[in-house]
């Protein structure tokens, strides 16, 4: 283990390990169909997009900040018509996705079981704490990290603070995950390994330019499934 290249192997969880933005476009679907009630098409949910990513320094990430956004954006696309007990569908709607079960990707149980028997596993998300510790909980897979971090955001600064945190060289960090944004671009910035699991289903936000260049510490797979056989190629 001494020989290895990597110190520890960090992953994000929503939509990387298991699924996250589903339920969110589900959200959208129910929130559209109450104000479709008022005579008003959230317009390719352009408007609420801008509401939420404006709400981001508010409220975080998360379902609580997501429902406060359609709240808000309800009120703005009906000029103020919106009722009380329709306010009371979107906070019903806030705790079902706060309570919903978490769906778990095929072979992610395996893939974290075997290489946690070779690296130390770190499991990075960011988002509201009660809920992201909430589902971590419940997502039955916990015991295979050694540790487990809830940031704000994720930034090349929290980022940085993390690998200071647990006395962590960049070069011998990876970072997993599904955002470009929020993964991998600032691993890479501060020197560290970068595995990019695109998923179809990603927040807008979340996307970002892939570095122009091929970059020497960044991998892409189709599915997390992959990373063991990825792994023992660069780290034989
Ligand atoms: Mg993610």
Same mark, same amino acid.
């Given at each position: 283990?001494?020989?290895?290249?990597?110190?520890?192997?960090?992953?994000?969880?929503?939509?990387? /390990?298991?699924?996250? %933005?589903?339920?969110?476009? *589900?959200?959208?679907? #129910? !929130? +559209? $169909?109450?104000?479709? @009630?008022?005579?008003?098409?959230?317009?390719?949910?352009?408007?609420?997009?801008?509401?939420?990513?404006?709400?981001?320094?508010?409220?975080?990430?998360?379902?609580?900040?997501?429902? /406060?956004?359609?709240? %808000?954006?309800?009120?703005? *696309?009906?000029?103020? #018509? !919106? +009722? $009380?007990?329709?306010? @009371?569908?979107?906070?019903?709607?806030?705790?079902?996705?706060?309570?919903?079960?978490?769906?778990?990707?095929?072979?992610?149980?395996?893939?974290?079981?075997?290489?946690?028997?070779?690296?130390?596993?770190?499991?990075?998300?960011?988002?509201?704490?009660?809920?992201?510790?909430?589902?971590?909980?419940?997502?039955?897979?916990?015991?295979?990290?050694?540790?487990?971090?809830?940031?704000?955001?994720?930034?090349?600064?929290?980022?940085?603070?993390?690998?200071?945190?647990?006395?962590?060289?960049?070069?011998?960090?990876?970072?997993?995950?599904?955002?470009?944004?929020?993964?991998?671009?600032?691993?890479?910035?501060?020197?560290?390994?970068?595995?990019?699991?695109?998923?179809?289903?990603?927040?807008?936000?979340?996307?970002?330019?892939?570095?122009?260049?091929?970059?020497?510490?960044?991998?892409?797979?189709?599915?997390?499934?992959?990373?063991?056989?990825?792994?023992?190629?660069?780290?034989?």
């Amino acid at each position: 283990m001494n020989l290895s290249l990597f110190d520890l192997i960090a992953f994000d969880a929503d939509d990387t /390990l298991w699924h996250n %933005e589903r339920y969110y476009r *589900l959200g959208r679907e #129910r !929130f +559209r $169909a109450i104000l479709a @009630g008022y005579g008003v098409d959230p317009a390719g949910d352009e408007r609420l997009d801008a509401i939420e990513i404006r709400n981001l320094p508010y409220y975080g990430y998360g379902v609580m900040s997501f429902i /406060l956004s359609l709240i %808000e954006a309800a009120i703005e *696309l009906t000029d103020g #018509r !919106f +009722r $009380a007990d329709d306010v @009371g569908r979107l906070l019903a709607l806030g705790k079902e996705m706060l309570g919903a079960n978490v769906e778990i990707y095929e072979r992610v149980v395996e893939t974290l079981a075997e290489l946690s028997d070779k690296y130390p596993l770190m499991l990075i998300t960011k988002g509201e704490p009660t809920h992201q510790h909430a589902k971590i909980e419940r997502s039955g897979i916990a015991g295979y990290f050694r540790h487990i971090e809830v940031l704000h955001d994720k930034s090349p600064a929290t980022y940085a603070a993390v690998l200071e945190r647990y006395q962590l060289a960049p070069e011998r960090f990876m970072m997993v995950g599904n955002s470009m944004r929020s993964d991998i671009l600032p691993v890479l910035h501060l020197g560290s390994w970068a595995v990019y699991v695109p998923n179809e289903m990603t927040w807008a936000h979340e996307h970002a330019e892939q570095p122009s260049t091929n970059h020497q510490r960044m991998y892409t797979i189709n599915h997390l499934a992959e990373l063991p056989g990825l792994l023992s190629k660069i780290d034989p």
